[in-house]
């Protein structure tokens, strides 16, 4: 069956650009948000484009999650947005008639060169960004303080050329995503969000449409850690992390290392030796693999999105979420210098969750 999906020709209401499954579920969250609101009619006029990666493992997951939106009644249109170096001048020039028409504009990462590309084109009077992560946070805040859009782990970090020549898109990105008279823009999150913009309107993610479509989850006796790609995108270094995974895993009779999908192969085998732990790479975002169940009674993550997300789409069930902080010890030479201010961040903020002291590492 071809990757794309639907009627090309049909003129659609709102347009979704999505690159990661984590997007797509919110995208379908805030749908659902706007169908209990009376807002919409179920299915009403969204077309859900996926700016597809190269990951394999991201891909297999959104493939999983484009099903689930077609089920509910969504268009979805596949763009293999990275096949080649024509490939994003095919995808843009294909879509540009669509965003002219488009009524609104919703995205997953307001960060992404390919989103903000896409925003210099489109007219929409509605733009809604949905939560990709803890990057929102930081969205938020430099929204609000006029700083040019950057990703937190990156930050202080000197622009290189790409930077440099994308910078005036980067920038028209910005002010398109700025609140005018002839322009609304909503932030759907459920991470906690301050220093809010004048004139953006924040909406509360609650997971309702996760929990209405999947669960209750069957909850076992034991533990579940979650992991994370801090190790991959230099944050912390690896050695430190695996030491402290088996030290929490064993504190805590954990058994599965449910593994984040941009975790390396061979990280996930040297921890499969090392701790004994059985590794599971899920073929949805977790949110939904946890509410499908079984589930751990108490599941272990570190600083990440899950310590917002889970509490939210395990609600009503027992299952315990903890948070492990990280150790300023763990963070490498390359790290930002504000990488610590912002992991301690993300655990401070996090609601419904119980948190342990970060592992020592001698």
């Known amino acids: 069956m071809s990757p794309r999906a639907g009627n090309p020709g049909t003129t659609p209401h709102t347009l979704a650009f999505v690159e990661s499954p984590v997007q797509l579920l919110n995208v379908l969250e805030w749908a659902h948000a706007q169908e ?158 301050g220093d809010t913009p004048a004139d953006v309107t924040v909406t509360s993610n609650t997971f309702a449409w996760t929990r209405d479509r999947f669960g209750p989850p069957r909850v076992t006796k034991g533990a579940d850690v979650v992991g994370t790609s801090l190790v991959e995108t230099g944050v912390v270094d690896g050695d430190r992390y695996l030491h402290a995974v088996g030290v929490l895993a064993k504190a805590h009779g954990a058994s599965r290392y449910f593994a984040h999908r941009r975790e390396s192969a061979d990280k996930l085998h040297r921890l499969a030796v090392e701790t004994g732990l059985e590794v599971v790479r899920p073929d949805l975002p977790l949110e939904l693999i946890a509410r499908r169940g079984p589930i751990g009674r108490t599941v272990l993550s570190f600083p990440s999105t899950v310590v917002h997300t889970l509490p939210l789409a395990l609600a009503g069930t027992d299952v315990r979420v903890a948070v492990c902080d990280i150790d300023p010890t763990w963070l490498t030479a390359h790290a930002s210098p504000r990488a610590q201010g912002f992991l301690s961040g993300v655990t401070d903020t996090a609601r419904g969750v119980d948190r342990l002291a970060a592992v020592s590492v001698v």
């Open 36 to 193: 209990l609101h009376a807002q919409e009619q179920p299915g009403a006029g969204l077309t859900v484009v996926v700016l597809s990666p190269t990951d394999p493992m991201t891909r297999g997951q959104l493939r999983r999650m484009a099903e689930l939106a077609r089920d509910e009644g969504h268009e979805v249109r596949w763009e293999e947005a990275r096949g080649g170096t024509t490939a994003p001048f095919r995808t843009i020039g294909g879509l540009a008639p669509l965003l002219r028409r488009a009524d609104r504009v919703v995205m997953g990462d307001p960060f992404s060169r390919y989103v903000q590309l896409l925003l210099t084109i489109t007219r929409a009077a509605d733009l809604v960004v949905v939560d990709d992560g803890t990057a929102t946070m930081e969205f938020v805040g430099q929204l609000a303080r006029g700083e040019r859009l950057v990703r937190w782990h990156r930050k202080g970090a000197r622009p290189g050329p790409r930077d440099l020549l994308f910078a005036p898109v980067s920038a028209a990105a910005r002010r398109r995503l700025t609140p005018g008279a002839d322009r609304r823009v909503q932030v759907f999150s459920s991470m906690p969000v």
